[in-house]
Structure formats: C-alpha cells, structure tokens
C-alpha cells in the first residue's frame, strides 16, 4: 500500500463547491488551506509554506493566472521559496493562458476525485501534470 505524508496545499478559490471537491479527492492524505482571494495568495504562501498551490482559474478580484503571475514573479524577486503552482481550467482554450503565466501544471474542469488525486501526488514529487485540450 502506497503511503503519503500529510503535506499543506494552499487552494485559491471562492467556490464553496470547489472545495469541498478538492477536499474529497484529497482524502485526509494533505493538508488544504484556502483562500480566498487572489490577492490573498503571496501571503498565504509566505504564511503555511505549502507544497502545492492549487489556483481557481475564476478567483473573484483576482484570477488564477494573475495570482500565478504574482507567484512566478516573487519567487523570481526571491521573496517567496519556488513551489509548484497548478491551474484549475475551466476550458481546454486557457491552456495557452496558463503556460504563459508559467504555470508548473493544470487541470481542466470538470475534475474527478482520480484525476485531482494523481495530479496533487505528481506536483508534490517534483512532476508535471498537464492535460492536453479536448478533441471532441
């Protein structure tokens, strides 16, 4: 049986639902800290240190590729420690958005328990888990 240690996740989002979905798929197997605000995202990171941040694409004042903008950038200033930063898309189209805002990894809604699992355990290893757009 595969054993993961608890670890901090910090989810960016202002849906309820959301949360609860992430929380689901996590099983007890991390720890989820929220925000939610964008804005809220650099300090948060600075606060629980997490080893994942997992980004709402729609973040009320501020959107996920704006907060992974602010990420990219302070661990470039060297204010914050890198870590990966994965994307909740809502369509296949914000792949381009995401790779340009230099996202480490995304997934593209609608999520399921399985997909979220792997992909969390993947970014928290040190590997990428991207999803390619839809051919239908």
């Not at 302070?74 to 994965?86: C, D, I, T």
């Amino acid at each position: 049986m595969y054993y993961s240690p608890v670890t901090d996740i910090l989810l960016a989002t202002d849906a309820d639902w959301l949360v609860d979905d992430i929380e689901a798929a996590l099983g007890g197997s991390h720890l989820i800290h929220r925000v939610r605000s964008g804005h809220d995202v650099v300090p948060a990171i600075a606060e629980v240190d997490p080893a994942l941040v997992l980004l709402d694409m729609q973040i009320g004042n501020m959107g996920g590729i704006a907060a992974c903008l602010a990420i990219k950038h302070a661990e470039g200033m060297g204010s914050l420690e890198a870590r990966p930063v994965m994307l909740l898309l809502d369509r296949d189209v914000d792949i381009f958005l995401a790779e340009e805002a230099g996202a480490d990894g995304w997934l593209i809604k609608p999520l399921d328990p399985f997909r979220v699992l792997r992909a969390v355990e993947r970014a928290v290893a040190g590997e990428t888990t991207t999803e390619e757009p839809s051919t239908a």
